[in-house]
């Protein structure tokens, strides 16, 4: 089946370093999604990515839709401790009537003050 | 605050036991899902309801049993289950069928005894 593969599995840095994360596929994706999910709580999407090429930032957070449909990143610029967090990417596959969202396995994101 | 709330937040049963999630949506989407989460492995889908018909049962065991009775609610009863199915189960709804942009509940974290 489709598969995404998101790295690095997991990283611990220092307040105010950036942060670099990406996920690939052997598939192409229609959308890319970035979430985000605290200890306890849902996902909760962060950016959404609809266009091969696209770059788009939310405050500290930018990301990419990879020109080649299969890959996407996200950085975090400036980290602070509230970033913490397990972060998640998605992306839209479409196979006729198969449409479905395909998740990585998350990097997890730990900030010493 | 997230659209989609989750009730119960935790919930301890064992193994005979019968209880229910539930999930509401006040978002007026019309997709919702069930999906589970468990350490060390990708989001898993369970369900899909499309306008209130159930599009997608990922060969989910008979003892998850999904209701969906309008399309703001969701239910997911559970009966017999096995210790191996402790995990973190989420709700999520979207505009429209599978793929679009997923809003996820806070789950409900599920330990079987």
């Known amino acids: 089946g489709q598969q995404l593969n998101q790295s690095p599995q997991s990283m611990f840095i220092q307040e105010g370093e950036d942060v670099s994360m990406n996920c690939t596929s052997s598939?192409?994706?229609?959308?890319w999604l970035w979430y985000k999910q605290d200890p306890g709580e849902g996902p909760v999407l962060l950016i959404a990515?609809?266009?091969a090429g696209e770059l788009t930032s939310n405050g500290r957070l930018t990301a990419q839709f990879g020109i080649t449909r299969k890959d996407s990143f996200l950085n975090i610029s400036a980290s602070i401790p509230s970033d913490v967090g397990i972060y998640f990417c998605?992306?839209?596959?479409?196979?006729?009537?198969?449409?479905?969202?395909?998740w990585g396995l998350g990097t997890s994101l730990a900030v010493n003050p | 605050e997230t659209g989609v709330t989750q009730t119960p937040r935790h919930l301890v049963m064992g193994m005979t036991n019968k209880k229910s999630l539930k999930c509401e949506q006040h978002?007026?989407?019309?997709?919702m899902y069930w999906y589970k989460q468990s350490a060390k492995k990708p989001l898993e889908l369970m369900f899909v309801?499309?306008?209130?018909?159930?599009?997608e049962n990922n060969s989910v065991p008979s003892r998850f049993s999904p209701e969906c009775p309008n399309s703001s609610h969701l239910f997911l009863h559970l009966h017999t289950l096995q210790p191996e199915d402790s995990a973190l189960y989420l709700c999520?709804?979207?505009?429209?069928?599978?793929?679009?942009?997923?809003?996820f509940g806070p789950g409900t974290r599920l330990t079987v005894l």
């Open positions: 999520a709804s979207s505009q429209d069928w599978a793929g679009d942009t997923q809003y």
């Open positions: 978002l007026g989407h019309n997709a």
């Open positions: 309801y499309n306008f209130k018909e159930q599009t």
């Open positions: 598939s192409i994706f229609n959308t």
């Open positions: 990515l609809y266009k």
């Open positions: 998605a992306g839209d596959f479409n196979a006729g009537n198969n449409r479905k969202l395909i």
